[in-house]
């Protein structure tokens, strides 16, 4: 039986249809697409090990007028340092300092305000001493508001004339008597501050240990003890580094220089560090940003 001619045209658009219609439900022979092959994640860059350094780092406490002569030397050398001042004692002149040192025209004078605000210690590192300079454990023992403020007041008022927020202190007096767990647990909970320099080393004879914890860190020497200061400064500049970090950490106050006729001395011990290729120079502030993840505040 033969078909009419528009019969076989209806079948014919009759059979497209129905193809098209296949290809759209899932039903039909469709092309495969392209298979994307995964690729393999970039392997998380491995940060590359900080080399055995030797650092140098030196402070000076309480905010006198012998830092303005410190400071022409400091800069003649290209040397950073770190200040510590009580801004609760501006202009105040302490005269029992020379009659302890035996002598009586020994000068402590401390900046005033003016004087700070005018650009003393521009370009070098300003760090808290307290307000008032007391033994915080042994003036305050449990009082916890007085430590606080003694603390945190000093440190804002160095924030308002520097413009840069400290995150260390020195104790007065610096000894283990002048803190205490309380008082550097109160520190550590109510302020910044998140390291503080002892006066005295209990290190020894590893002078040049980086500190254990940084609300106990140890100096090295003191800097008014300008024999021990140059004797260090020749054995630290001699040592080698082998694996693991050296610090060599100097301490003292401006009138010392004074007390001990040894300007001259602590220039040339300023000098000869200054000369050496293999120390690395820093503030306190510095350094502690450089090891703040190695080297844990305080005991868990």
């Known amino acids: 039986m033969k078909m009419k001619k528009p019969?076989?045209?209806?079948?014919?658009?009759?059979?497209?249809?129905?193809?098209?219609?296949?290809?759209?439900?899932?039903?039909?022979?469709?092309?495969?697409?392209?298979?994307?092959?995964?690729?393999?994640?970039?392997?998380?860059?491995?940060?590359?090990?900080?080399?055995?350094?030797?650092?140098?780092?030196?402070?000076?406490?309480?905010?006198?007028?012998?830092?303005?002569?410190?400071?022409?030397?400091?800069?003649?050398?290209?040397?950073?340092?770190?200040?510590?001042?009580?801004?609760?004692?501006?202009?105040?002149?302490?005269?029992?300092?020379?009659?302890?040192?035996?002598?009586?025209?020994?000068?402590?004078?401390?900046?005033?305000?003016?004087?700070?605000?005018?650009?003393?210690?521009?370009?070098?590192?300003?760090?808290?001493?307290?307000?008032?300079?007391?033994?915080?454990?042994g003036n305050y023992g449990n009082n916890i508001s007085a430590i606080i403020s003694e603390v945190g007041d000093d440190a804002k008022n160095i924030a308002e004339?520097?413009?840069?927020?400290?995150?260390?202190?020195?104790?007065?007096?610096?000894?283990?008597?002048?803190?205490?767990?309380?008082?550097?647990?109160?520190?550590?909970?109510?302020?910044?501050?998140?390291?503080?320099?002892?006066?005295?080393?209990?290190?020894k004879p590893s002078e040049f240990a980086l500190p254990e914890y940084w609300m106990k860190w140890y100096p090295s020497c003191q800097i008014g003890n300008i024999a021990t200061f140059k004797s260090l400064a020749k054995k630290f500049i001699n040592a080698e580094v082998t694996d693991h970090d050296l610090l060599f950490y100097a301490w003292g106050h401006g009138y010392e220089l004074d007390n001990n006729k040894c300007w001259e001395q602590f220039e040339e011990v300023i000098k000869m560090l200054s000369e050496a290729d293999d120390i690395m120079f820093v503030t306190n502030a510095e350094f502690y940003e450089i090891f703040k993840d190695e080297i844990p505040c305080w005991k868990d």
């Open 7 to 137: 019969a076989i045209l209806f079948l014919i658009l009759a059979l497209l249809v129905t193809s098209l219609l296949a290809g759209c439900t899932g039903t039909g022979t469709k092309t495969p697409e392209p298979t994307i092959e995964p690729t393999e994640a970039e392997p998380t860059p491995v940060p590359t090990p900080r080399p055995p350094m030797k650092y140098f780092t030196m402070s000076f406490d309480d905010g006198i007028t012998q830092d303005a002569r410190i400071i022409e030397i400091l800069k003649k050398y290209n040397m950073p340092c770190t200040f510590n001042i009580n801004t609760g004692l501006f202009g105040v002149r302490w005269d029992w300092v020379g009659e302890v040192s035996g002598n009586p025209n020994l000068l402590h004078l401390r900046f005033t305000k003016e004087e700070i605000l005018g650009g003393v210690y521009d370009g070098f590192d300003v760090e808290v001493h307290t307000l008032n300079h007391p033994s915080l454990a």
């Open 161 to 203: 004339l520097t413009g840069i927020a400290p995150v260390g202190m020195a104790y007065p007096g610096g000894q283990e008597s002048d803190t205490s767990d309380l008082v550097i647990r109160t520190i550590l909970e109510n302020t910044d501050i998140r390291f503080a320099r002892m006066a005295v080393n209990q290190k």
